[in-house]
């Protein structure tokens, strides 16, 4: 890894001015591209002390070899620009937001002389009109064959249109009243352009004028008897009726507008969009992308912004709903009104049918992201190619097909607990997760609590083969104990062990297996701050690929302890929370605590209730709920004159100082 010092550029050196700038690793590819409304203060903070940077930011920096920009007038300048080197180089640090799938577009060639509708996919031609993305092409020719009834344009190719204008007879649809038939001549290329503009305008969202249209001449030829034409006027109608209602509306305003969700994680970020014209949703998109830079959510929106309409300017709407504004919304603003030629909005809606379908469109994000995770996990061959990179990359003598993975939870030293997560065959073994409240520690002692956790889990390993040696030797170990018919708690032996942490906490947990005699079990830990593995006893970390499947797996596994063992310390915290407040209630004794925790779950919920919901607790009478109500509220009198508690990173469980 490369000093980021190395090729600092020069005090001074750097301009004020906005600008766009890349980084270059080693072989001179560019791995990251970013914009600046000044050059010199952003370029300055990534040559800071390392430990100040965002893990990934330090990644990139020390990967990087060398750093380049280029100035602009504007920001706007310097937002088209950022977009191009995007697309040009694909650096590797930058999010790249990728389809999880090709939707269908509905396309109408209008620059041709006889326009044609069709469903295409992939790349947008110019001369050519596109309405959706839509789902599913089959939902797109069934609207389509539906609305070729009211509006009967062409929809043969261009081999068939020749061929037919050769013979002089019309293809089936001409025949079926599906096609004006302008190769034969039925129409002329003005009255199939009318037919064409019908279609569109529909299309557009401007659905009333023609049932209105077709509901007046149905009843005109009623009245004038023509009952054949009221006919074929209802079955038009009942066709138009049926193609709407495949398009449910969802904003009565008949708003243009696509809508915007985000679903997180520490690794990855799923983004999901409806297409909303005239009110109804026309067509629903979905991205996944491995996270790579340090930002949040609103720089995850712009960039996703920044790609999805860099270069599709006849798709962009009159309004943008995001989960969060951009850091340059304004610019983002005046680059996307520029490009479609009319102002355009982004915005954050706060109440009403936006908000609540921007929620539904943020379910269907968190659903896309569990269902790329679930793929991920359980495809067989991806699991077992994480599996053997992972062995490579630890050199260890067979696949760890039983992973083990602890972490160590707490709250400046009080109700420490820890947790064990198991992976077998790259899968949660949930039913062999365990959990531990560390009794030997006092304080805040990371280390010291993990050499405890594993010394505990261990010692039981031990404890259990030596029974099982006891009872019978010819079968191996006895996995099932005899006596009760369950398996036995710690009976198997993992292939590899994971602790959450760095050379500390390695060597904590190298140190109890040595001391129990414990030798063939490899260990390793994953650090947080760079994603850095480590083996004990080595000064360099073992670094694996960003994209590794086996560092995925790692991590996977990493982040399913640190939620085990938060969950477990939330559980702990809540109920001594509990108790230490009702101490002082006459008559509550340890039974009727437990009732209250269990009937409430926390104490803010306790907190939050009446006297009256309290009395309805089993045991509790109207007088001791009065008394809990008073405790309560003494205990709230005095936490708020009380110095103000410390915040708790919920990821990670660590205190976050405030100035």
């Not at 072989?27 to 600046?36: F, N, P, S, T």
């Not at 209008?110 to 790349?123: D, S």
């Amino acid at each position: 890894m490369a000093n980021p010092s190395s090729y600092r550029p020069a005090p001074g050196s750097i301009p004020t001015k906005p600008g766009v700038y890349r980084f270059r690793d080693a072989k001179g590819r560019v791995i990251y591209v970013g914009k600046a409304k000044s050059l010199r203060p952003r370029l300055s903070s990534y040559f800071q002390d390392i430990g100040n940077l965002h893990p990934r930011t330090a990644t990139m920096v020390t990967t990087g070899a060398s750093v380049e920009w280029t100035v602009v007038d504007t920001e706007v300048e310097a937002l088209q620009l950022e977009y191009s080197w995007i697309k040009e180089f694909d650096p590797r640090f930058n999010v790249k937001y990728r389809d999880d799938k090709s939707y269908p577009w509905l396309a109408v060639t209008v620059g041709e002389e006889f326009p044609r509708v069709m469903v295409g996919r992939g790349a947008k031609r110019k001369g050519t009109r596109y309405f959706g993305p839509y789902s599913h092409a089959w939902a797109i020719r069934e609207t389509v064959d539906l609305l070729l009834r009211v509006f009967p344009m062409r929809s043969c190719s261009n081999g068939v249109f020749k061929r037919s204008s050769q013979i002089g007879r019309p293809c089936l649809l001409g025949y079926i009243d599906k096609c004006a038939a302008p190769c034969v001549g039925n129409v002329t290329a003005e009255q199939h352009r009318e037919i064409v503009d019908d279609f569109c305008d529909f299309m557009a969202g401007n659905t009333t004028a023609f049932t209105r249209r077709i509901e007046k001449e149905m009843y005109a030829a009623s009245e004038a008897l023509d009952f054949e034409k009221a006919a074929r006027l209802r079955d038009d109608l009942g066709a138009l009726t049926k193609a709407l209602e495949k398009q449910a509306v969802v904003l009565g305003d008949g708003t243009d507008a696509d809508v915007i969700a985000l679903a997180e994680d520490p690794l990855e970020v799923a983004v999901q969009i409806f297409y909303v014209r005239g009110g109804r949703i026309r067509g629903q998109r979905g991205w996944v992308a491995d996270r790579t830079d340090e930002g949040g959510t609103p720089e995850l929106v712009q960039d996703f912004l920044l790609q999805l309409y860099g270069g599709e300017d006849d798709s962009i709407p009159r309004e943008v709903l995001v989960p969060a504004l951009p850091p340059d919304a304004g610019v983002l603003e005046e680059l996307l009104s520029e490009r479609r030629g009319s102002r355009v909005a982004i915005r954050v809606p706060q109440r009403g049918d936006k908000r609540d379908l921007q929620q539904t469109v943020a379910t269907n994000a968190a659903q896309a992201l569990a269902l790329h995770k679930t793929k991920r996990a359980s495809d067989l061959t991806t699991r077992n190619r994480a599996l053997e990179e992972i062995q490579q990359a630890l050199s260890l003598d067979e696949v760890p097909l039983r992973i083990e993975c602890y972490d160590v939870s707490n709250l400046q030293g009080t109700e420490v607990v820890a947790s064990m997560v198991v992976f077998e065959d790259g899968l949660a073994r949930k039913s062999e997760y365990r959990r531990f409240v560390i009794r030997g520690v006092d304080g805040q002692n990371d280390v010291a609590s993990m050499h405890e956790v594993i010394t505990r889990r261990f010692r039981r390993l031990l404890d259990e083969q030596a029974r099982s040696e006891t009872v019978s030797t010819d079968s191996g170990p006895m996995l099932v104990d005899p006596e009760t018919g369950r398996p036995r708690k710690f009976a198997y032996a993992p292939s590899l062990v994971v602790v959450d942490g760095g050379p500390p906490q390695v060597a904590a947990a190298e140190q109890a297996l040595a001391d129990l005699g414990v030798n063939d079990v490899p260990v390793c830990g994953l650090a947080k701050r760079l994603e850095e593995v480590w083996l004990p006893g080595e000064e360099d970390p073992v670094i694996m690929a960003r994209t590794s499947e086996g560092l995925y797996l790692l991590q996977r596994i990493r982040d399913e302890a640190h939620r085990f063992a938060i969950t477990h310390h939330r559980n702990r915290r809540s109920k001594s929370m509990v108790e230490s407040t009702l101490d002082d209630v006459p008559g509550l004794g340890e039974v009727r605590r437990k009732t209250l925790l269990k009937h409430f779950g926390s104490l803010k919920k306790l907190r939050e209730a009446e006297v009256e919901q309290i009395a309805l607790v089993p045991g509790i009478g109207p007088r001791t709920a009065a008394a809990i109500k008073d405790a309560v509220a003494k205990a709230d009198a005095t936490r708020k004159t009380s110095a103000k508690a410390p915040t708790v990173n919920t990821a990670t469980g660590e205190i976050i100082e405030e100035d």
